[in-house]
């Protein structure tokens, strides 16, 4: 249980840290399942338009993941989880 609890503390603090890569998730599948409800319907300009946009999403959730990586490489004292279990970085952990 400790360790679940820890797993959502971790998701918490990620999901704080970096707010719109899961909201471009999200936003990307959701265009992806109306383009694909669309193409499925026979509306070909429509599935056409959403895929594109699809596009847009995959490509705005990338910057947001490079600006993430970015900023807390520069903020590295605000966004240490070093105390984590299963960080690469953790030397704690004893695995290496």
Known sequence: MA?????LEKLK???????LVPLGCMLTAGILVGGLVS????????????LRARVLAQFGT???IGYGAYYTAMNR???DDSQYVGNL?????GSH
């Open 62 to 64: 990338m910057v947001a």
């Open 89 to 93: 970085g953790n030397s704690n952990t």
């Open 3 to 7: 360790e679940e609890l820890q797993g």
């Open 77 to 79: 004292e605000e966004y």
């Open 13 to 19: 603090y990620k999901l704080k840290a970096e707010p």
């Open 39 to 50: 193409m499925k319907r026979g509306n070909k300009v429509m599935a056409q338009k959403m």
